[in-house]
């Protein structure tokens, strides 16, 4: 399969990369690194990305970003980050992407746990994920030719501890291998609409 992976330069998507890259034709393109530039907020930016890769067969993505803060001092352009990044510029690859994606082909976008596991400062973070659930259910009952979408929604890497633990107080990080079979699943698998919780459970 031809998969192009979006934010690969993140600690997923380098091991997302380097899992499917052994079977696979890995496109890798972000903000920064990788084959190709990409703007995901900016849907012209996002576009351009297909016109240049052509056709493909998967899409995953692992980028997008969201704001933490206090609930009482929330602005609505610090609500307005994770609305363009990583709620819109993910529904943004799936728009302009079904006109690229192959017969056969899937969609697999990146959330969280925090819209079922809420932690403090995590408004906007809850508010992406959900709706990022509620939008890939919403979009595998309209995809076409056995084309499907599916989410990843993982907890807090054991990596990234150093960084988010304090956000995430209580909470096990999970092993990147781990997460990565739920992109795995999701691209070689036949399920479609599906959330793969990776290291967290809704039944806490």
Known sequence: ?????????????????????????????????????????????????????????????????????????FSVGQYAVGLQSKLMGQVNLVRSGLKYLRDGGSFTLTSGPTNDDPIPLGTSSAMVNGALEGFVRGAAIELRRDRRINLVSPTMLEESASLFGSYFMGTKGVATSDVVQGYVKSVEGAQTGCVYRIGWSRDR
Do not use: W, Y
């Not at 992976?5 to 890995?26: C, K």
């Not at 576009?47 to 240049?52: A, D, G, R, Y």
């Open 1 to 73: 399969m031809k998969i192009l992976q979006v934010g690969s330069s993140g600690v997923i998507g380098r091991a997302v990369t380097a899992e499917l890259g052994q079977r696979h034709q890995i496109v890798t393109a972000s903000r920064s690194t990788g084959e190709f530039r990409v703007d995901i907020e900016d849907p012209r930016s996002v576009e351009n990305l297909f016109q240049q890769v052509g056709e493909f067969d998967a899409l995953v993505c692992a980028a997008g970003a969201v704001h933490f803060a206090p609930l009482a001092e």
